[in-house]
């Protein structure tokens, strides 16, 4: 069997959509920041449970707090979102819990919500060994229990630079993306 999926990439400006999608796709990171200016597309070929899975992933640029600008020609029909935060900047992390209403009102397969994960980026700029220097909200607890009040299926704290998580948070996606394809 082979599947199809449209993944989007959705956050603020500078959170590391791009460095993720570079890291998951193609093995590769940058120092150099280019600011995305259009929607980027890339695919990559998986094979999970025994079927071979497309993802299309859809880089989208980043527009902070501009939740209503979001292009929904974009977005239309994508099975899963990637929802990408910078552990650095609580704003950014706060902001995810709006673009993630706004995607629950823009799609939704069945009634329901499409699955969405919450990638905390950027892991690799604090010190992760002393948790109590850290504000709540950037540590494993705060990220996750964000993550259950505002409704996303599961969080990851990740880093594109070190490759910290990104793989495994593409898989779980496209594991929910799988099981609700089959479930319809």
């Known amino acids: 069997m082979s599947l199809s999926f449209k993944i989007i990439m959705l956050g603020n400006s500078n959170v590391g959509k791009t460095s993720i999608v570079g890291r998951f796709i193609g093995d ?6 280019k600011a995305t200016i259009g929607p980027d597309y890339q695919f ?11 993802l299309e992933v859809w880089d989208l640029v980043g527009m902070d707090t501009s939740y209503k600008g979001l292009n929904r020609n974009f977005c239309r029909e994508a099975q899963g979102v990637i929802m990408v935060a910078d552990i650095t900047s609580m704003q950014s992390i706060e902001d ?21 994960i919450l ?35 599961e969080s990851f704290r990740v880093s594109a630079k070190e490759d910290i ?3 495994t948070a593409f898989a779980n996606l496209t594991r929910e993306m799988i099981i609700s394809e089959l479930a319809c």
Not at 46 to 54: A, I, K
Not at 110 to 115: L, R, S, T, W
Not at 121 to 140: F, G, P, R
């Open 119 to 153: 990638c905390v980026n950027k892991v690799d700029m604090i010190d992760q060994s002393d948790e109590s220097s850290l504000d709540y909200l950037q540590t494993d607890n705060g990220i996750r229990e964000f993550a259950n009040q505002h409704g996303f299926l």
């Open 96 to 116: 995810t819990a709006q673009w993630k209403q706004e995607i629950d009102d823009i799609l939704s397969k069945n009634g329901q919500p499409i699955p969405i």
């Open 165 to 167: 998580n990104v793989s």
């Open 28 to 33: 590769r990171w940058s120092n150099d920041y």
């Open 44 to 54: 990559k070929l998986l094979q999970m449970q025994g079927s071979e899975v497309r």
